[in-house]
């Protein structure tokens, strides 16, 4: 038999005579089918427009949820009055999850104490917890069912995902970060990325009982933003820059005007007076695309007393440098970066990025002028995250940026466990930008940036 043959004996197997293919019941899930067949039975039972709903209001969620919960039970008392109460409720909350939630991974986005979910396509699913990468028994029926949670995810924030953008960044009602990427790209089938946040914002304490940071840093980095110096946040992927851009946000003072521009809306800010601006991808043809940069140099036209960015990755680098350089102090943006010497290369390089033929030694001198202070972050090994650099910008030694660290972490070892130990401590060095928090009416004693 050739080996087109035997494939085609395979297909005929798998679909069977009809050439639909059949469902694959998993034998560890008996009720597969009649899952399925309820789940199917309430979706004709919903209007097309209670079902892909725009993002509802909390009183909404939970009518929308009571009608389903109302309506599955009917079916189930009809199909399936044999089973025990335990299998009941059982099958009821999957399907809850299902057609109100994001289906088998929704009990993953419930849990508050995991704070990454990863499907790497339809048969595994990890999770971060503590820091600490897991496996889960979770899984989904086929990759169209991945397809149709993203489909779930991403059409009612006016996006799309399909072969010809098979890239997707999006957000959960809650503010968590979704990243979806399917095929061809991805050669195992759809893949979704969840960053989720707290539903709660973070405060300043948080970071404190975390370990992120000291009460001592937490009260310079306070009194920096409320005497708006301009803060850039470096750090890898994972290492919590934005919930620290979320938690310095926060001392923004209630009456002043803030515009906050990012790719998919994460930032949390309880001011009364917040116009969050979010960048759009171009269409199906092409076209409309509005990009980070587009929204930088719009909003330097709406007013704003601080602009925050939530990241900075290509040619806004420069338009951001513009405005923190023409009035626009207590801007707070966070870039990707290994340490706060390399932050400096990369917004050098992303700055050239923006196409303007401008000499090395101008745009050094514009990041030196522009920003104030580097907070670096990062993740250690254990999964915790800590603050291990505030650094000042000092200013510009011929044809190098000065920097001087005002606070740093050094890591001393590990425990019997495998964590980090190591500890916090002030370098000595009185910031120059004391000046600007003494103007702004911020006093901090003299012993305040001594190593105690």
Do not use: W
């Not at 005497?227 to 470096?234: D, E, P, V, Y």
């Not at 949390?268 to 980070?292: A, D, W, Y």
């Not at 923006?354 to 101008?362: Q, R, V, Y």
């Not at 650099?389 to 740093?408: A, N, P, R, S, Y």
């Amino acid at each position: 038999m050739s080996l087109l043959q035997r494939l085609e004996k395979k297909k005929e197997v798998k679909e069977g005579p009809s050439g639909v293919e059949k469902q694959a019941h998993s034998p560890e899930d008996p009720f597969q089918g009649l899952k399925q067949k309820i789940h199917q039975k309430v979706i004709e039972a919903l209007d097309e427009e209670s079902f892909r709903r725009p993002v509802p209001s909390d009183r909404e969620e939970k009518d929308f949820s009571a009608r389903v919960e109302e309506l599955i039970n009917r079916i189930m008392d009809r199909e399936a009055e044999y089973l025990s109460r335990m299998e009941r409720q059982k099958i009821v909350t999957e399907i809850m999850d299902e057609v109100v939630g994001y289906g088998p991974i929704e009990p993953l986005i419930r849990d508050p104490e995991i704070s990454e979910i990863m499907v790497n396509g339809p048969k595994q699913v990890f999770i971060e917890r503590d820091g600490k990468l897991e496996k889960t028994g979770i899984s989904f029926r086929d990759k169209e069912h991945v397809m149709h949670i993203i489909d779930k995810i991403v059409s009612p924030l006016g996006r799309r995902i399909d072969e010809s953008m098979p890239m997707v960044d999006a957000r959960l009602p809650d503010g968590s970060r979704v990243n979806a990427v399917i095929p061809p790209l991805s050669l195992i089938g759809p893949v979704i990325t969840i960053r989720k946040f707290s539903r709660e914002p973070l405060t300043i304490q948080d970071l404190i009982r975390f370990g992120t940071l000291t009460p001592q840093m937490a009260t310079f980095l306070e009194a920096c933003v409320k005497a708006r110096l301009n803060i850039i946040i470096s750090g890898g992927t994972g290492s919590g820059k934005t919930s620290t851009l979320n938690v310095l946000s926060s001392f923004i003072p209630a009456n002043e005007r803030i515009v906050t521009i990012e790719d998919a809306a994460e930032l949390q800010l309880n001011q009364e007076h917040v116009i969050t601006l979010e960048s759009r991808p171009p269409n199906i043809e092409g076209k409309g695309e509005i990009t980070i940069r587009d929204l930088v140099r719009n909003a330097l036209r709406m007013r704003p007393e601080r602009i925050v960015v939530g990241e900075v990755r290509s040619g806004e680098a420069l338009d951001m440098l513009q405005a923190m350089n023409t009035g626009h102090d207590g801007s707070l943006t966070t870039v990707h970066a290994n340490s706060p010497r390399d932050l400096l290369v990369r917004l050098e390089t992303m700055v050239m990025m923006a196409g303007m033929e401008l000499p090395a030694k101008a745009i050094r001198e514009q990041i030196a002028s522009a920003f104030d202070l580097i907070i670096h972050q990062a993740r250690l090994r254990d999964g915790s995250r800590k603050i291990t650099h505030v650094t000042e910008v000092v200013g510009m030694e011929e044809d190098k940026i000065t920097l001087q660290d005002i606070f740093v972490y050094k890591i001393t070892g590990t425990d019997e466990r495998n964590r980090a130990l190591g500890k916090f401590r002030a370098t000595g060095v009185v910031p120059r930008a004391l000046n600007k928090l003494e103007t702004a009416g911020i006093h901090l004693p003299p012993n305040f940036f001594l190593d105690n």
